[in-house]
């Protein structure tokens, strides 16, 4: 295969993918946020609290000599008021 037609090929993706690139970044197809956080509330980030979990059980099954299975479930405690 010719080699001049590789590297033509080569460069004919690069400045595709370039072009590409340049006009997603540039808002022209939305709003110019790359990571696509369209019309994310900010405001449901202020009264955020940590996850509280407890363990409701644990089993364990033996499979073989090298192998087990566990299985744990958890329990997600509600917490009502401010403490």
């Known amino acids: 295969m010719n080699i001049k037609a590789i590297y033509a090929a080569g460069g004919a993706i690069a400045a595709v993918a370039i072009a590409i690139f340049l006009v997603i970044s540039s808002g022209i197809f939305g ?3 790359f990571h ?3 019309g994310f509330n ?3 980030l202020k009264d ?3 996850i509280k979990l407890s363990i409701k059980n644990i089993s364990g099954k033996q ?3 090298k192998t087990a299975n566990i299985q744990v479930v958890l329990m ?3 917490q009502t008021g401010e403490q």
């Open 48 to 50: 955020a609290q940590a």
């Open 76 to 78: 997600h405690i509600i």
């Open 63 to 65: 499979i073989d000599n």
């Open 36 to 38: 696509g956080q369209v």
């Open 42 to 44: 900010q405001n449901a």
């Open 31 to 33: 709003n110019g946020n």
